[in-house]
């Protein structure tokens, strides 16, 4: 069974200024690997996906994710937020073995102030 | 990516009734899935809808509380039965449209308040 931890429940920072949302996880087989958004009011939505290949991923609005075997870790991060990077942002996990079920975190919730 | 509608958007319910909540895409998918999250919580998975066949569910959750059903590929419907306050939360439904890699989309969610 897989799961999900996110350590800070709640990280808020100026605009402009870069941040890291912690994701770590537990697995005994290979996974893949999700961050999903979600906006004030809204449904969620898949931000990135680490699948296979570079570990490096990335988003089109600035965000990218390293994966990290090692470390069982898949860290999401931006350089420079903006307000509308205000959000909850969960970080999701699935075996590859072919199991269906996404276990997911108990979500970030960034706030980006003025 | 699809395109996914839930009906209804939030809805108010008293104590011991049932609300049955659907989920229409806008193309046929492999898999359907519901999820349930409670306030301030991640998502907890409740059951795959499987298209011609019961639904399968998770630990923790029964059937005679949260009967699906899945008609076809692009529909599927999700009952709250006797409802109570601790059933409040966000429902929401996704499809997997690949093959491979469990990627999955969500519909914008169902808020249910019980009374």
């Known amino acids: 069974a897989q799961s999900v931890t996110q350590l800070d429940s709640q990280v808020p920072v100026f605009e402009e200024a870069p941040v890291e949302l912690r994701c770590n996880y537990s697995s005994s087989v290979s996974v893949y690997l999700f961050w999903y958004v979600q906006y004030p009011n809204q449904g969620l939505q898949l931000l990135l996906k680490?699948?296979?290949?570079?570990?490096l991923v990335k988003s089109i609005n600035g965000f990218e994710a390293e994966f990290n075997k090692s470390q069982t870790s898949f860290h999401l991060r931006k350089p420079s937020v903006h307000i509308s990077d205000t959000a909850e942002y969960f970080c999701a996990v699935s075996d590859m073995g072919g199991s269906e079920k996404l276990v997911f975190g108990k979500g970030t919730k960034l706030t980006v102030n003025p | 990516s699809a395109v996914i509608s839930q009906k209804p958007s939030r809805d108010i319910c008293q104590r011991g009734t049932s609300l049955t909540i659907q989920c229409q895409v806008d193309s046929q998918v492999t898999m359907m899935f519901w999820y349930r999250q409670q306030p301030g919580q991640s998502l907890t998975l409740i059951a795959t809808?499987?298209?011609?066949?019961?639904?399968?569910?998770e630990s923790g959750f029964v059937i005679d509380k949260f009967p699906i059903s899945r008609p076809n590929l692009t529909f599927s419907t999700l009952t709250v039965s006797n409802m109570s306050p601790e059933d409040s939360s966000i429902y929401l439904c996704s499809v997997k449209s690949g093959i491979t890699y469990n990627e999955q989309f969500f519909g914008p969610g169902t808020r249910l308040t019980v009374l």
């Open positions: 680490y699948l296979s290949g570079s570990t």
């Open positions: 809808a499987n298209q011609g066949s019961e639904a399968t569910y």
